[in-house]
């Protein structure tokens, strides 16, 4: 070990020259002409988005793709399949007020007929017996309720461990 240098802040080092890499990269805060318009767009979240972008991408790589490939491995294809449809089940409520949210009464009533079919006889979600009944899955989430009322997309934003996004969306 070298006199003078503290080893305990190495991490902190590293992560703050990611950080400056991450930023040297924007030249500009302006997004390239559209072909057809000539419209140049300003990006005002550029900076913190590729922060953001650079922190994700060395976590899905270092952490989450490792776990994500280990989980596949030692579970089997039904309990995996089981686990996807436990979810699925549970977004099928958040879809279903969101359909009732944006007046589609009858693709609510489907979602929540999906959740009541799932949650019982197919054993609290594990088994997807709604859909082998023919009632499709409507995946709608807040925003597009926001967007059915009216309210923009705002701007893009890269969020930390959930990737890319709108305002809106967020």
Same mark, same amino acid.
């Given at each position: 070990?070298?006199?003078?240098?503290?080893?305990?802040?190495?991490? %902190?080092?590293?992560?703050?020259?990611?950080?400056?890499?991450?930023?040297?990269?924007?030249?500009?805060?302006?997004?390239?002409?559209?072909?057809?318009?000539?419209?140049?767009?300003?990006?005002?979240?550029?900076?913190? @988005?590729?922060?953001?972008?650079?922190?994700?991408?060395?976590?899905?790589?270092?952490?989450?793709?490792?776990? %994500?490939?280990?989980?596949?491995?030692?579970?089997?294809?039904?309990?995996?399949?089981?686990?996807? @449809?436990?979810?699925?089940?549970?977004?099928? =409520?958040?879809?279903?007020?969101?359909?009732?949210?944006?007046?589609? =009464?009858?693709?609510?009533?489907?979602? /929540?007929?999906? /959740?009541?079919?799932?949650?019982?006889?197919?054993?609290?979600?594990? =088994?997807?017996?709604?859909?082998?009944?023919?009632?499709?899955?409507?995946?709608?989430?807040?925003?597009?309720?926001?967007?059915?009322?009216?309210?923009?997309?705002?701007?893009?934003?890269?969020?930390?461990?959930?990737?890319?996004?709108?305002?809106?969306?967020?």
């Amino acid at each position: 070990m070298r006199p003078g240098i503290d080893m305990r802040r190495a991490p %902190a080092r590293t992560l703050f020259l990611i950080a400056l890499l991450a930023l040297s990269g924007c030249v500009s805060q302006e997004q390239m002409a559209d072909e057809n318009s000539g419209y140049v767009e300003y990006d005002p979240l550029e900076p913190l @988005n590729r922060v953001t972008y650079s922190f994700n991408d060395m976590l899905d790589r270092a952490v989450i793709k490792p776990l %994500a490939q280990g989980y596949q491995y030692i579970m089997p294809e039904p309990a995996d399949q089981g686990v996807t @449809n436990f979810f699925n089940n549970l977004a099928d =409520i958040r879809s279903a007020l969101n359909n009732l949210l944006q007046a589609k =009464i009858g693709r609510a009533f489907s979602d /929540v007929g999906r /959740v009541a079919i799932n949650s019982t006889v197919g054993i609290l979600g594990l =088994i997807d017996v709604a859909s082998n009944m023919n009632l499709p899955r409507y995946d709608e989430d807040f925003g597009q309720t926001l967007g059915v009322w009216g309210v923009g997309t705002g701007p893009y934003i890269v969020l930390p461990l959930l990737g890319p996004s709108t305002g809106r969306d967020t």
